[in-house]
């Protein structure tokens, strides 16, 4: 499970992502080529995801490893 954490109303959970079967190993957010905030996340599970946060849709992109 990946938390999104707004700190700035005193740490409230925006949003809760599932998708990894095992531990998140690393995270990562960045503006795509289009200007969407992505999220790419790695798991000991031998998936890379990228999750779209500017969609309420947590189907991610998906590669394996």
């Given amino acids: 499970t990946i938390r999104i954490w707004n700190?700035?109303?005193g740490g409230s959970c925006l949003r809760l992502i599932y998708g990894h079967i095992n531990h998140v190993t690393a995270i990562t957010a960045f503006a795509d080529e289009h200007?969407?905030?992505r999220l790419a996340s790695a798991s000991s599970d031998a998936t890379v995801r990228l999750w779209d946060l500017d969609n309420d849709n947590d189907?991610?992109?998906?590669?394996?490893?």
């Avoid at 991610?60 to 490893?65: F, L, N, R, S």
Wanted: net charge negative.
């Fill in 7 to 9: 700190p700035a109303n």
């Fill in 35 to 37: 200007g969407r905030i």
């Fill in 59 to 65: 189907d991610p992109d998906e590669i394996t490893m």
